[in-house]
Structures are given as C-alpha cells and as structure tokens.
C-alpha cells in the first residue's frame, strides 16, 4: 500500500522556521522525482519545490527562492522541506507527491504563518 504522509506543520509567527517531512512507503521511493506543493484558500494548488530522484536536481519557485530549501534523504524514504523566513502568505496546506512511473500524493499538512 502506497502511503505519502506529510508532518511538521503548524502555526509559526512570521519570520520564523519549520520543516516538513513526507515519509514514503509501499514503491521504490528512490526512482521518484519529489516534490511539494501548496495550496492556499481560494487559490490552485502551486508547486514549491522538486527533487529528482537522487537528488542531484532541484528546483524551486520563486516565490519560495532563498527561504526554502528541499532535501532527500533515500535510506530513509524522507523528502523535507525546510523553510525559513516564513510569511503570511506562505499559510497553506503543503503537500508532498511522488512522481515517477505513477503518481502519488500525500494528505497535506497545514502551515499557517501569522503576522
């Protein structure tokens, strides 16, 4: 059974850090393409960050670029993603995917960054 759950989140002031982690099980979580999404109310769901599958490539969005940071570490079948200098506009619900031969998707977690 494919399972994608997300942790780490919660209420921070802005300014502040927190870091989430999505730890994979059931498919070879190595072979896959990481990445996070958000998304806040009202708004479409917007990628943050992706990781390739050994790391070696990664991308972040601009919104996000220099404050946040994704990692992976395959041994233990965790992507993170650490994130500083939080804002108000950060508040989401943030979700980790798997992408490779299918697509999967983990059940959120909410980050909300007060003023």
């Known amino acids: 059974q494919v399972q994608l759950v997300e942790s780490g989140g919660g209420l921070v002031q802005a300014g502040g850090s927190l870091r989430l982690s999505c730890a994979a099980s059931g498919f070879t979580f190595s072979s896959y393409t990481m990445m996070w999404y958000r998304q806040a109310p009202g708004k479409e769901r917007e990628l943050v960050a992706n990781?390739?599958?050994?790391?070696?490539?990664?991308n972040v969005a601009d919104p996000v670029k220099g404050r946040f940071t994704i990692s992976r570490d395959n041994a233990k079948n965790t992507v993170y993603l650490q994130m500083n200098s939080l804002k108000p506009e950060d508040t989401a619900v943030y979700y980790c995917?798997?992408?490779?031969?299918?697509?999967?998707w983990g059940q959120g977690t909410q980050v909300t960054v007060s003023s």
């Open positions: 995917r798997a992408r490779g031969v299918r697509s999967y």
């Open positions: 990781i390739g599958s050994s790391g070696g490539t990664i």
